[in-house]
């Protein structure tokens, strides 16, 4: 079984690894884009992100099925929330969508991106750390390490590659 991921993104490719490797596919990594804006601003946007690399995966390679993962923020009364969300689509033309966690960013965090700017350089300069969405990601900053960016996508993984197991048993 191929499984193709559309990212070169470290900490969703070891998501992906670890669900992959359960089925026993072979995962393909290929950079296509999400066709959203840089910084997804609502759940709609960051799961349209994520089915068009789904989608995007899948035409690249001719894989069995194609996976997506993509993070974005969602304004809430409450704050401005990071939002994650992955998507499977099947050859066949079946397709699943799942959501992670959720965590308010600060305010100051908020700001910044309010005003137009992407989340990943943000955290950078936040952290004074270089490419922080490549490894805990904002999840992992802000829930001091407890959930780390590859393991929140791994449960949507699970989410999404159980979806399709029941789907096959039906």
């Not at 799961?47 to 001719?62: K, V, Y």
């Not at 992955?86 to 066949?92: I, K, N, T, Y």
């Not at 300069?125 to 900053?141: F, L, P």
């Not at 590859?150 to 949507?156: L, P, V």
Request: proline share 4%.
């Amino acid at each position: 079984m191929k499984i193709a991921i559309g990212t070169k993104n470290p900490a969703k490719i070891k998501a992906a690894e670890l669900s992959c490797k359960e089925l026993g596919g072979e995962l393909l990594s290929v950079n296509v884009p999400s066709g959203v804006s840089e910084q997804p601003f609502s759940d709609e946007e960051t799961m349209e992100g994520a089915l068009n690399r789904a989608r995007n995966a899948l035409d690249e390679t001719g894989a069995d099925f194609g996976i997506g993962l993509e993070g974005g923020v969602v304004e809430t009364p409450y704050g401005l929330f990071v939002c994650n969300w992955g998507a499977l689509v099947s050859r066949a033309g079946d397709q699943f969508i799942a959501g992670g966690a959720r965590i308010k960013l600060p305010d100051a965090v908020a700001k910044e991106l309010t005003h137009g700017r992407e989340l990943g350089p943000v955290m950078d300069e936040y952290t004074k750390k270089q490419d922080i969405r490549k490894s805990e990601g904002a999840v992992g900053v802000f829930s001091n390490g407890r959930i780390t960016r590859d393991r929140m996508f791994e449960h949507i993984m699970e989410l999404l590659i159980g979806q399709y197991e029941y789907k096959e048993r039906a």
